[in-house]
């Protein structure tokens, strides 16, 4: 290890950034770039450097500290559980992003954290993705200025955020060792452009790469992609840290432009930058510069002013001093619950809804309404000051209601005898043709971070009881907690559906406010609701093998949906209301490269309201295959009855521009396009025309078969696709050996590999039939969830990913000893399990 320098004069914050680095030695500038554990970067006591204290994140502060399985939240402090972002997408209400962040920053300040590691900002790709409510939606433009107005709202309290996970990381079983095949058109159209959205217009202060390939490079060492595009490209000026062992090969990270290595505390990674240093196999400029945007990110995030906007001094925050006092936690769970009631979508109704909450004989079933699922499970999970759930709800409204729980969740086993008791309560209903009320969803088996779906079907015991019912001649209302779309088989049979997502602490109290007419439903749907999984755009590669073909290219839901003619269940975009709108006199025009459209939109209903209103731009039909259309620009409105107001959209006429591969640009195409003004993407109301100049003549970059394949979205895999690519598309050789990079659940087919794999699973399954066996309770839920929750993800880990994110439970040497035991090579390997020299040992092939 290196000598210390000593620089007395040199202190943190009075010194310049050049001075700090120069008075740090080597070590210390290795130990900057890891974290000390999973939620703190390294200080430097000496020059004064202070830790960071990181957390996530989106939808709340998580301060959880002690490791006692993934579910058990007992030491963290509580904080607001905020509906999760695909529920606050529903809102189409960008300034209640922009309100949460700024709560969620406050909260952040008095919990004495400084970077929060959100927001989530992938595309949803497929429905199946486990994670999809921690994403804003399967449209770009959605997703980018949620992610911006979120980003603005944190750092405006001078809390830096983390735009996450950077990028293509659209699956969760595939996701330590997956790779990404994306053709560069659909990567910057639909998966890069969010973030170049949020990067460009708010400066978020870090960027977390994903574990996965993109295009077979590790996204922790893709210096296109890190440093190209992200820096050079889009001014990008914070650190990249890697996502919880994501990193792949320190050295190549460094240079790709990923600075920060989370958690860290391994020691192979420090002594790597060490010796790559000393042998003159890493730039001793390149490593200052990681460590200069390190220092500057420390600098940012404790100085307690706004962080990003135009420049933090003249910031494009609210130049009002921000009221740095303690947040006030009941005015931050009303707005979580403004958020959730803005943000339920109402998905059918025959007129079932509003109820009448003076009326007798209201029937209520389904445990969800007394356990309410109120966030999504995994590394967003909190730890709230209270739970609203509908039933108290009902009971602080004095409802009349006979209750039956009907089934239970966490188990995939009908209950004959709740069953029955659910029938048995709805039959006076059923006599009376009263409304039952149905409470269902998905729970922590089915749907989390760190494993997908399997389909999109409720679990049987809620389907048997809801078929039930059904016909024994129930009017049903089904009231929906899932954070992606679910199968509807009976949807046209249910008196109404209303799905309130994931809708945070005190979804409880807009789930009744909703209900009884209280407030007006104006959520719609920020992602296309298909039949069954089989149906959606990605349907023909997802989860299919570690390459994962984006062959449907830019055509990802509704851009995919509305060419290929598909019986949807919802349209992108839907929503209704307990009142009606009609839309009249769309005007359009161009002013200085902006496309500014105007329309009234009248509310010819009985109550107020509010209509989220969506702009469309159908292209020129020209030589380049295109989606039939696309979002533009959206806005919501509130009108009350009677009312009538207009309503101003505009977007950049550059904003029409398609990515160009032979040019590597975004080109604009002339040509007659049109503007749509729409309640869904299925329900075009007003059209205009719109002439688009300034451009140049449509001509197509791609080779003939890919012009006639791509015409319209490709169903399964098209021969052209690697001619879209450009390049053959990688195969993905299955081994059964543990390597590196194989998944355990794949490496368990050799020897070595199913016993390492039973050896993990073992006390994870002795730790669940423990669970089991208590009596029902909250810690058996989470501890039950937290072994399901392992025994679900580890078959999708590989050594190198354990070993990465739990260097404690598998240090890097064993890691690589067993990789090279399986490869045959049994004295390297126990040389590097016995802790023999590294340096002896030539590195592992993978
Ligand atoms: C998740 C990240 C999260 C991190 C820290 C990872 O597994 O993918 O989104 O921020 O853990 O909890």
Redesign the pocket.
Known sequence: MTEATTAEHVRFGEASLDEVLAALTLDEKALLLEGVD?WYTHAVPRLGIPALFLT??PHGVRTVRDDGGAFDLGDSRPSTAFPTSATLAHSWDRTLARRMGAALGRECRDLGVQVL?AP?VNIMRNPLCGRNFEYFSEDPLVTGVFGTEFVRGVQGEGVAT?V??FAANSNEDYRFVGDSVVDERALREIYLRAFERIVRDARPATV?CA?NRLNGTFCSDHRELLTGILRDEWGFDGVVMT???ALHDRIAAIEAGCELE?PGGIPHNRHEIVSAVAHGRLAPEVLDEAVRRMLRLIERATAGRPIGGQGEDASGHDPRPHDAGPHDPAAHAALAREIATGSAVLLGNDGTLPLDAGAAGLVVIGELFERMRFQGA??SLILPPEVVSPKDAFDRRGIAYAYARGYRTLTTDRDASLERAALAAAEPAIRADAPVLFFGGLDDFEES?GFDRSSMRLGVPQTALLRTLLDAGARVVLVLFAGAPVELPFADELAAVLDLALPGMHGGEATAALLFGEANPSGKLTETWTRTADDASSAADFDRDVVAQYAESIYVGYRFHDLAGTDLRYPFGHGLSYTSFEYRDLEVRVERGRVVASAVIANTGGRDGAEVVQLYVRAARGEVFRADKELRAFAKVRVAAGAAERVELSFDLADLAYWDVAEHDWVLEDGEAEVLLAASAADIRLTAPLAVTGGRASRSPYPAEVDAEYATPPRGIPSSFPALLGRPVPVHRRTRRLGMETRLGDAKRSAIGAVMLAFALGKVRRDYRAALAMPESRERDARLKSAHFVVRMLPSMSLRSIAM?SPADLPHPLARGLADLAAWHPIRGLRRILGRPARAVPPVVE
């Open positions: 999973s996530d994140g590691l989530g983390s996450k996970h977390m574990y996502d919880w062992g989370m995994g590394s971070e994110s």
